[in-house]
């Protein structure tokens, strides 16, 4: 089935970098809905505190932007044992994220970073939990564990008392004493 994929797998590549330059960071800024776990101050502070580095990684699909996402990463013995994070990524440009899309990026990420002995990776991504791309993880090597990570957007661009007004009347009260 490997095969068979490949053949037809979108071109895709990451262009990797440990530090953004103002054009980088304006493109990781611009996209939509950019998650905490992917967002350059969390990185820097995780980095810090548990001495990893820090990937950022341009995703390119034939030719065009399509997408970003960022790894932490540590090893030891010169790698020989080494620790891979992609979480909440890859954070995709408006029109990309379909099912090829992430099953090639799959395919440039597992370039980078191939399965092998000593090495960990923990991906969580970033997209719908459909059947295709449950099938597009285990051919890349990548273990489903446990349910499926969700995400919940919660819209604060409304005024302060419209968000009361639709607050339950319990969560009003208790809003209300603190």
């Known amino acids: 089935m490997k095969e068979k994929r490949a053949k037809n797998i979108l071109p895709c590549s990451i262009k990797w970098m440990s530090d953004l330059s103002q054009i980088e960071g304006d493109r990781f800024d611009s996209l939509p809905k950019n998650q905490l776990l992917q967002s350059s101050p969390y990185l820097r502070a995780v980095s810090k505190i548990n001495n990893y580095s820090i990937r950022y990684g341009v995703i390119d699909m034939n030719g ?12 030891l013995f ?27 990026f799959l395919h440039a990420f597992r370039s980078e970073f191939p399965k092998r002995f000593g090495r960990r990776v923990r991906f969580i991504p970033n997209v719908k939990n459909t059947a295709g791309v449950r099938d597009a993880l285990r051919e890349y090597g990548f273990k489903l564990q446990g349910e499926a990570y969700k995400t919940i957007w919660l819209n604060c661009s409304q005024d302060e008392s419209a968000l009361r007004t639709h607050l339950k009347k319990k969560w009003r009260n208790s809003l209300a004493k603190a």
Do not use: R
């Open 64 to 75: 065009e932007f399509a997408g970003v996402c960022s790894v932490l990463e540590t090893g």
């Open 78 to 104: 010169k790698n020989v044992v080494h620790a891979v994070m992609l979480d909440q990524g890859p954070i995709w440009n408006e029109g990309y994220g379909s099912e090829a899309d992430f099953a090639a």
